[in-house]
């Protein structure tokens, strides 16, 4: 390979020790290697232990078994490469959209008087120029999500790590979110592993899409390389013949996995 | 309903309670009187003696007296709360040794305590103070508490993954969060504060609300009685507005600035 790796997970195993003592793995050897400059999607059904993996990648959860490798160095700790977008709200409620900008500069030691224009930057180019002054409560979701975005860009982090962060959003939101997250990504190219559960968004996304099983002890289990051409557009791109096929071939794999892991979690829940 | 309508409402309530006790009070019902002046006074007798306070100036001293202790008391035993919350909330094993004893303490009430403080401390406002502190402590404390073991863990993974470490986590996350709880408790805490020194004024002093309501009482002086509740009353309803505003400065980030805690 040309391009150096920018998370590199090796055979990486996840386990969780139960109340009741038992183990439960949820992700059994994975394999995974996300190049610089790379978009990979990575899509499950639910409970499949896909924002687990995230998690390892970010270093907030340590793998059992196998290891992570980001830029080729063993990760000890939290990853300070990456920039993590959380699923649900993780903004300081108690600070407005610029200071939750901010403080992702000053937290470096950035001074306040200088990290305060550039963060008012970051939030125009995310479309909450207007913003500013405001709480996160009195954003919209999607407000909220770019906020979220731009804190987390603002200090430029190598690796993009993204947890179903367009999720809670409805579906006209999360395709205006995903294009912005695609020219803001143009721009520069970060390395990004994504997580969703929706196909046709990490289609529309991604440069490979990773499928894994469902859980428990779920693996990976295939990997598209998705070459519609860029710059892309989400509201164009998902009318391409390209799409239609991938989309196709995905599913067919995808879809008795969504059936599995629905048959297990409702048989789960009949046993408690 | 409009502001103006509810506002007449609201006084028409008043008009017609002091009416009634007016009436009760001075007019015979069938040959008697509901309500003997001797046990009830009334109105009129109420309202000149709170001018006659006002008039002559005696109530200024004692309203200072009573709001310095409830400021005292306050600002004491919010302090020491958020300092202890703060402490035990970071350390569980502090937390576990101590709860059985924080439990005892308070469960315990108050009041039994103000003779003791009057022991320790004497009249003079310092036993009306421990008494409040005693109060606002673990209103304040609890709140707190709650407030660090309560940070959604979500908030707090980003703030490691934006790179915080343990003290900018403890300034930017666990602080904002604890203090939002405190505010959140604010009317009660001032409310128990103001409890805290009347009580104690009421108990044994030689200045204060409680000390004019106690003495009036003591000479069976109950229009003197009413006249110093009705004045802590106001007095009160003075602080709690004063504490709405603060409130509404510091909880601007809230999406509910009315949830009274």
């Given amino acids: 390979m040309t391009t150096p790796t920018a998370v590199a997970l090796e055979d990486a195993k996840v386990a969780f020790r139960l109340g009741d003592g038992r183990v439960y793995t949820a992700v059994e050897k994975a394999h995974l290697a996300v190049a610089q400059g790379e978009f990979v999607a990575i899509v499950g059904p639910t409970g499949c232990g896909k924002s687990t993996l995230l998690n390892v990648a970010a270093g907030l959860l340590k793998p059992a078994a196998g290891s992570v490798k980001i830029f080729d160095r063993p990760l000890a700790g939290l990853n300070r490469d990456a920039g993590y977008l959380f699923q649900a709200d993780a903004l300081f409620p108690w600070k407005t959209a610029l200071d939750n900008v901010a403080i992702g500069l000053e937290i470096k030691g950035t001074p306040r008087a200088e990290a305060l224009p550039q963060a008012q930057k970051w939030l125009t180019s995310v479309g909450l120029g207007a913003f500013a002054g405001r709480y996160p409560h009195m954003l919209s979701g999607g407000q909220r999500k770019r906020v979220a975005l731009a804190q987390v860009l603002i200090r430029d982090p190598k690796i993009l790590l993204m947890d179903e962060p367009f999720g809670p959003l409805d579906a006209q939101t999360r395709q205006v979110m995903g294009n912005l997250l695609l020219d803001l990504w143009n721009a520069d190219r970060k390395a990004v592993l994504f997580v969703t559960h929706d196909l046709e968004e990490a289609i529309a996304l991604a440069d490979r899409v990773v499928i894994m099983s469902a859980g428990p002890s779920s693996r990976i289990i295939g990997a598209w390389r998705v070459t519609l051409a860029r710059p892309r557009d989400i509201f164009e791109v998902r009318m391409d013949k390209e799409f239609h096929a991938l989309h196709r071939e995905i599913w067919s794999v995808l879809k008795d996995e969504v059936m599995k892991g629905y048959a297990q979690s409702t048989h789960a829940a009949e046993a408690v | ?261």
């Fill in chain 2, 1 to 261: 309903m409009s502001r103006v309508t509810l506002l007449a409402l609201q006084i028409l309530v008043a008009i017609v309670c002091i009416v009634l006790w007016q009436l009760l009070s001075t007019v015979p019902l069938f040959g008697k009187i509901l309500l003997p002046p001797f046990f009830f006074s009334n109105p009129v007798d109420v309202f000149e003696q709170i001018v006659k306070w006002f008039a002559s100036g005696v109530i200024w001293k004692h309203l200072w007296i009573t709001l310095v202790e409830s400021i005292l008391a306050f600002v004491i035993g919010s302090l020491g709360g958020v300092l202890i919350g703060f402490w035990f909330a970071r350390q569980p094993l502090v937390a576990a040794v101590f709860d059985p004893y924080v439990k005892m303490v308070n469960a315990l009430p108050r009041v039994v305590l103000a003779p003791i403080f009057a022991l320790w401390l004497g009249l003079g406002i310092w036993s009306k103070v421990a008494l409040g502190v005693t109060l606002v402590f673990f209103i304040v404390f609890f709140n707190v508490y709650q407030g660090v073991k309560e940070v959604s863990r979500t908030v707090l993974d980003n703030g490691r993954m934006l790179g915080m470490s343990e003290g900018q986590l403890m300034r930017h996350v666990y602080w904002p969060s604890a203090l939002s709880w405190m505010f959140s408790s604010l009317h009660t805490s001032v409310g128990f504060a103001v409890v805290g020194a009347v009580v104690g004024e009421y108990l044994g002093s030689a200045a204060g609300l409680g000390y004019l309501i106690q003495q009036a009482e003591g000479v069976f002086d109950v229009a003197g009685v009413f006249a110093g509740m009705f004045v802590l009353s106001a007095f009160v309803i003075l602080i709690d507005y004063g504490v709405t505003l603060v409130e509404r400065r510091l909880l601007v980030w809230r999406p509910t600035v009315d949830g009274r805690g």
